[in-house]
Nanobody
Framework: QVQLVESGGGLVQAGGSLRLSCAAS????????IAWFRQAPGKEREFVGV????????LYADSVKGRFTVARDNVKNAGYLQMNSLKLDDTAVYYC?????????????WGQGTQVTVSS
């Protein structure tokens, strides 16, 4: 079992930055890929980005490419999502997820989510 807890969400102006953290506990975390998803009101949950278990590979949704960066620290059992040049459309609840298969949709473990609100 892996437990995930996100933090770092909040209110930010358009053009600003936020860094989300995902604290993990449990066995085998360092062998899992870490992904980030988001869900805006009235919309389906969508993939944002993923980093491989080693940190050597990343993949991003086109909507965030060049603005967002996923990272991880396997010593601290943590994942991160650095968000720059935030837009109003980035407003959503952000979730981190972990699992043994690197995909853009299914993961075995999920956090509870953290709200990010971008204002004009």
């Amino acid at each position: 079992q892996v437990q995930l807890v996100e933090s770092g969400g909040g209110l930010v102006q358009a053009g600003g930055s936020l860094r989300l953290s995902c604290a993990a506990s449990g066995r085998a975390f360092n062998s899992y890929h870490i992904a980030w998803f988001r869900q805006a009101p009235g919309k389906e949950r969508e993939f944002v980005g993923v980093i491989s278990w080693s940190g050597g590979g990343t993949l991003y949704a086109d909507s965030v490419k060049g603005r967002f960066t996923v990272a991880r620290d396997n010593v601290k059992n943590a994942g991160y999502l650095q968000m720059n040049s935030l837009k109003l459309d980035d407003t959503a609840v952000y979730y981190c997820a972990a699992g043994p298969v690197l995909t853009t949709h299914h993961y075995d473990y999920w956090g509870q989510g953290t709200q990010v609100t971008v204002s004009s």
